[in-house]
């Protein structure tokens, strides 16, 4: 498994080890990407989640009708930049406004006073 595509695991179904042990054979599998589990059991999506966190992956979840499905998207380059020294401030009230406060990987919350003046005070401003 190469490239940017989606890859799917069924873990429906499966006794633990069986939906960790597949969906790190997934992650290992592909340079970068995005793995797409659903689970039935919440243990399952648990384990997983923690999993492809231990590999540095962006992970999220939902739940329809008793199925976990579990996205799991490998070579986060918002953490590589974070982790080479970029600083990333994401705007607290933004996130309260949104309800993605509880969701936040990357970055640290801020605010919008704070955002205007690094950006003015900066020589260089990235936007992407």
Known sequence: MKGNKIVKVDCRGL?????VIRTKKAI???KTGSIV???D????KENIV???KNF???VSSKEKEGIFEIRITKGGVRK???EAGTEILVCGTCL????????LKVGRVSNVYEITEILLASEKVLRI
């Open 28 to 30: 290992e599998a592909i």
């Open 56 to 58: 540095g992956c962006d």
């Open 37 to 39: 589990v659903p689970v």
């Open 41 to 44: 059991r919440e243990t399952a």
């Open 80 to 82: 590589r930049m974070e």
């Open 15 to 19: 006794s633990c080890p069986e939906p």
């Open 50 to 52: 923690r999993l492809a």
């Open 96 to 103: 309260d406004f949104s309800e993605m406060k509880d969701k």
